[in-house]
């Protein structure tokens, strides 16, 4: 399980004051980004997450400018990343929490660089993945009057018409006046992630303490927390993975990362050993929200995010056109 930093970590800074020189003067800079929560505000239905367009053009221009890459680092598949961010052809996406990579959509450009990362579950990791969905399903009949509600688990559960997209698991509401018993199972290749947004507290806790029993019988799944989410998953990548395979795969000479959850602190923690051990000149963290970090610097939300990524488009444009004039 990721570990949750116990330091608050910086206090938070306007999108103005960030120290962005480093990343805009780099001889060959990889900027990686989280999706959920940074890009795109998160929402209680998932499959509905689009990137602030700010922030989608912002991604755009930096992708075309020389020298310059853009990466996705995300907890969801690849196969809904790509549709859901609309991100340019050209850039990098890691998925699944570091599980799969998908680095080379520019090949023809840099033959070399051109990798991709898709893993077949192993025997054990498939059983194991079946019995979170045994194990999850039948979380609908603890819940009151779960065998007459139109929504149960029987008739949505194979709501997902696609690997990845949002499946939704009791979708009627209770009428309980603490909030509403609907909940999300996210289906993706390698996990299965229970989404308790909007969901009343005392069922999104009997919802995670549920989720989490399976790990019992299974120990080898890894239990992934983060905003509102359970996520259990059968294989062991990180999204620090994800930035060290991105840091050999580009060899830039400076790297960026913005996250906002849980899981990005390992992709903070590998970007801070690689400028440690010099084979980065220059490493950016940013922490998006208020939650306790390892970053550098901290900045609001998706919005903020948006405003630093146009600082950072005009600043490295200005200084390629500078630096070859």
């Not at 009428?175 to 390698?190: N, Q």
């Not at 992630?193 to 806790?205: D, N």
């Not at 923690?269 to 922490?287: H, I, M, Q």
């Not at 970090?293 to 609001?300: D, K």
């Amino acid at each position: 399980m990721t570990s949750k930093p116990t330091v608050l970590g910086p206090a938070p800074s306007a999108p103005a004051e960030v120290a962005l020189r480093d990343l805009a003067t780099a001889d060959s800079l990889l900027l990686a980004l989280d999706f959920d929560g940074v890009l795109a505000p998160l929402q209680d239905d998932p499959s509905t997450s689009r990137m602030v367009p700010e922030s989608a053009s912002a991604i755009a221009a930096l992708a075309g400018l020389p020298r310059t890459r853009v990466a996705l680092v995300s907890g969801r598949d690849i196969a809904t990343l790509r549709r859901l961010s609309e991100a340019p052809d050209s850039a990098w996406l890691i998925g699944s929490h570091g599980a799969e990579a998908e680095l080379g959509t520019d090949a023809d450009r840099n033959p070399d660089t051109a990798m991709g990362r898709s893993p077949e579950l192993a025997p054990a990791e498939a059983a194991m993945l079946a019995a979170i969905d045994t194990h999850l399903d039948a979380f609908e009949h603890t819940l009151p009057g779960a065998d007459e509600r139109p929504g149960s688990a029987a008739a949505t559960t194979g709501a997902a018409a696609t690997t990845g997209s949002a499946a939704t698991i009791g979708a009627s509401d209770s009428g309980h006046a603490d909030g509403p018993s609907d909940f999300l199972i996210e289906r993706k290749p390698y996990s299965r992630t229970v989404h308790t947004r909007g969901l009343a507290p005392e069922a999104a806790a009997a919802l995670h303490e549920h989720a989490l029993d399976v790990v019992e019988e299974f120990p080898d799944i890894r239990v992934i927390e983060g905003h509102d989410i359970t996520e259990l998953a059968v294989k062991q990548a990180t999204k620090g993975d994800g930035i060290r395979l991105l840091a050999r795969a580009g060899e830039p000479t400076a790297m960026g990362y913005l996250g906002d959850d849980v899981t990005d602190e390992d992709a903070f923690a590998a970007l801070d050993e690689l400028t440690d051990s010099r084979a980065l000149n220059a490493g950016l963290t940013v922490k998006v929200g208020s939650a306790p970090t390892r970053a550098s610097w901290r900045i609001a939300d998706p919005a903020a995010v948006a405003e630093l990524l146009g600082r950072l488009v005009a600043e490295r444009t200005e200084f390629l056109r500078t630096a070859h004039d």
